[in-house]
């Protein structure tokens, strides 16, 4: 289980393809993990309620313009808590 997991579901989000469940599974637990500590950044807890939401609804996307450019945004927040962290 690793942020790289959550990156790489957000980018197959981003470019309109769907992410295996167990990318998506793996991803999340690391987020949630990420989320137990004290001062986590916004887009971070952006990035877990996506993923939640894609889980939710039977793991089916958004694919408009929009919904993808913040999937984008979202796997470059997590990337860069690896990178910091």
Excluded: H, I
Excluded at 27 to 40: A, E, I, M, T
């Amino acid at each position: 289980m690793t942020l790289l997991d959550a990156a790489q579901a957000l980018d197959n989000l981003a470019s309109g393809r769907l992410p295996s469940q167990k990318r998506v599974s793996l991803g999340l637990s690391s987020l949630d993990s990420l989320l137990l500590q004290d001062g986590c950044e916004q887009a971070l807890q952006d990035a877990a309620a996506a993923l939640e939401l894609f889980v939710a609804a039977g793991g089916l996307s958004n694919k408009g313009k929009e919904a993808r450019a913040r999937y984008g945004v979202l796997a470059a927040a997590v990337r860069r808590a690896m990178t910091d962290g």
